[in-house]
């Protein structure tokens, strides 16, 4: 009898939140279960990244798509509770493109390393921070707005994640390295 609720209470949890995602009401990145169980762990995690097919996508969201980026034909699409996600990589440039139910165009990440950040953004960077090292950036493209800059630095003994948007750094997110 114990073996039994203890083996129904993950699959009944792994049920509720497959339930939950599905109808846009949880996400998948901050959940833990303590116990342990890989197989709910697995499942939940493939009901969370569901692979598609641009053909299977909002017929908006795939023709703008195909329109930016006519040169990409092997992008792999995702759907997420609340979106549409394509990625793939062009001159060593990782993209996710996301758009939501509707078709509408959300906003566009790119992720590349330093020598590819623009030169005022990067001398913005270095002159405040010029003893750390510039490990990745993550650029954000939103309608209708300025880019956002997301630069991770790394320095001997803290990382440090900063916010560039319209000329303007600040300090976003900073951790101390364990020893």
Known sequence: MKKTI???IPIVLAMLVISLISRGQATIKNLRFSDGNSSVQNA???????????????SKAARDF?????HVS???????????????TADDIKYRVDYDKK??????????????????????????YYDYDITFVQEIEKPSKNFTYIVHLEGKTTLIN????DGEMEEWQKFEKSK
């Open 6 to 8: 203890s083996t129904a």
């Open 44 to 58: 939940v995690s493939k009901a969370a990244t569901i692979t598609l097919h641009r053909s299977d996508v909002n």
């Open 66 to 70: 195909g329109k930016s980026y006519k």
């Open 74 to 88: 092997d992008e792999n699409w995702y759907v997420a509770p609340d979106a549409f996600c394509a990625s793939f």
């Open 103 to 128: 078709g509408h165009w959300l906003h566009t990440i790119r992720t590349y390393d330093e020598n590819k950040l623009p030169r005022d953004i990067r001398h913005l960077v270095k002159s405040s």
């Open 162 to 165: 900063l916010r560039v948007y």
